[in-house]
């Protein structure tokens, strides 16, 4: 599998939330943060999930319809060859 430099761009986004949101968790649970910051931490989850999630969708459609395959099938019927 080989990624888009706009899919990699994603990827280090996405994982740029994760750390966040980890980061704001154990500050929690650290108790050097209080619990507002739980919806922060949500919410760069959720992020970085849409993120992930958008990749996942675009490697599955090109996996599906490769770039250069032609996916339109010749549907017509062939002439008819009978003489008369």
Do not use: W
């Not at 958008?54 to 490697?59: C, G, N, R, S, T």
């Amino acid at each position: 599998m080989s990624l888009s430099p706009a899919h990699r761009q994603l990827m280090v986004e996405a994982y740029a939330q994760l750390q966040e949101a980890m980061q704001l968790m154990q500050d929690m649970l650290a108790g050097q943060a209080g619990f507002e910051l739980f919806d922060a931490a949500c919410d760069a989850l959720n992020v970085a999930a849409i993120k992930l999630r958008f990749i996942q969708l675009e490697l599955a459609d090109r996996e599906e319809n490769p770039p250069g395959l032609d996916i339109t099938e010749d549907d017509t019927l062939p002439p008819d060859e009978t003489t008369t």
